[in-house]
């Protein structure tokens, strides 16, 4: 193996480490922040408290990054809070998809309540990504691990 090919090795395994440590870490303060905006901004619950990032769609510790070639995957994996009853409705969605999609997934309430609206914090985290945090991120590590940009 000559000198450029243990070179992109190298770069490779250090991309790799890259995305798997600074950008999931990135990826998870994004949504961490979308859920704030777009979720929890969006109303203050009266019959409920929330969770918030204790336990709740906003925490760090309830979204998982996987390897998927390419890049990775973000998902939030947060339980439907059981402690205020789970609608019929939910038919087994996870927290996320009833938040994003929006609906008739509650106990309570009709659709004239802003809870029924759609809050597409996912999509929200993908275009931040999208609009240069990545990337940011990745060249941010790199340059931590020796490399140069210019």
């Not at 770069?11 to 998870?28: N, P």
């Not at 969605?93 to 929006?102: F, R």
């Amino acid at each position: 193996m000559d000198a450029l090919d243990q070179y992109l090795a190298r770069l490779q395994a250090d991309i790799h480490d890259v995305l798997l440590d600074e950008i999931a870490e990135g990826a998870k303060d994004v949504m961490q922040n979308a859920v704030s905006d777009m979720v929890y901004d969006a109303y203050r619950p009266i019959v409920y408290s929330r969770r918030g990032n204790n336990g709740g769609l906003g925490d760090k510790n309830n979204m998982s990054v996987t390897s998927i070639q390419d890049g990775i995957a973000l998902t939030n994996e947060a339980a439907v809070n059981t402690a205020y009853g789970v609608s019929r409705f939910a038919n087994g969605k996870s927290l996320a998809e009833i938040v994003c999609n929006g609906g008739n997934n509650y106990m309570y309430g009709d659709e004239s309540y802003s809870y029924y609206a759609p809050r597409d914090f996912i999509t929200l985290t993908q275009n931040r990504l999208d609009d240069g945090i990545a990337e940011q991120i990745a060249t941010a590590a790199l340059r931590k691990k020796g490399y140069r940009f210019e």
